[in-house]
């Protein structure tokens, strides 16, 4: 037995160091699962989602009207226009209500853009609220609501124009025809942020801010809808003019 007693010992001392080795493998891995779990917390609560993949156009249609072209070029969402086509618009498949918008947006000098907020197309119950004078539409399927302006210095980007409401410019700065600003950057990059929220729509052209409009008559009839990236139509035996997104991101509120 005497000669058993070191064996027993060794024994004894392997059993307990594995025994003590097994919570220490487990520590050390409770921070690296801690820290995924707080990322993943952190990005649910942060709430933003990407609309554009930068790769292909799921998630977006074409509008109903209109034969402009949408392609992914070098990770941005182009538009180009096509001679004699109507106002042409890509539109989210999701519908909004209240959300904040952000999106680069670079636009050709020559072409007028926008980017439609809470719109649809027209169904025959829209013609009849959707006319001039007292009488109805008659452009079934046509996109249409409140539009965010996009367009070179100096301009009105950013200003809510109502594309297909009978109300042209909704917001009331661009009544005075003298006014203008130039926070668009000609043939680069810009910053645009959109929050609408209720009746009240914000919009920001690289950290300026715009309009600050709020209309219960659009708000009435356009509570929630499609966002929409415009190729305005153009005069024949002008163009091709284009324009791209990039880093498009919403979240709802």
């Not at 070029?73 to 096509?82: A, E, L, P, R, S």
């Not at 043939?187 to 709020?214: C, H, Y």
Request: proline fraction near 5%; hydrophobic fraction near 30%.
């Amino acid at each position: 037995m005497k000669k058993l007693l070191p064996y027993l010992t060794l024994l004894s001392a392997g059993i307990f160091l594995s025994a003590c080795s097994e919570p220490t493998e487990t520590a050390s891995e409770a921070p690296a699962e801690s820290a995924e779990a707080s990322e993943a917390a952190e990005a649910q609560d942060d709430g933003w989602v990407s609309l554009f993949d930068g790769e292909t156009l799921n998630g977006w249609k074409p509008s109903t009207l209109g034969s402009a072209e949408y392609s992914v070029v070098d990770g941005t969402i182009y538009g180009k226009t096509v001679e004699g086509s109507p106002n042409t618009f890509l539109l989210s498949e999701e519908q909004y209500g209240d959300f904040e918008l952000e999106f680069e947006v670079k636009v050709h000098d020559s072409l007028n853009s926008g980017c439609q907020i809470r719109s649809r197309e027209k169904n025959e119950a829209d013609l009849a609220i959707s006319g001039k004078d007292g009488k109805p539409a008659t452009d079934l399927n046509r996109f249409w609501g409140p539009q965010v302006e996009l367009e070179s210095s100096p301009g009105q980007s950013a200003y809510i124009y109502g594309e297909a409401t009978g109300r042209g410019w909704i917001s009331p700065e661009p009544a005075d025809k003298e006014h203008s600003h130039d926070y668009m950057k000609n043939g680069e990059w810009n910053q645009i942020r959109i929050v609408a929220k209720g009746p009240n729509i914000k919009t920001f052209i690289n950290g300026n801010a715009v309009a600050d409009l709020t209309d219960g008559g659009i708000y009435e009839t356009h509570p929630k809808g499609h966002i929409g990236l415009q190729v305005h139509g153009i005069k024949k035996g002008t163009g091709p003019f284009d324009v791209a997104w990039k880093n498009i991101r919403i979240k709802t509120l």
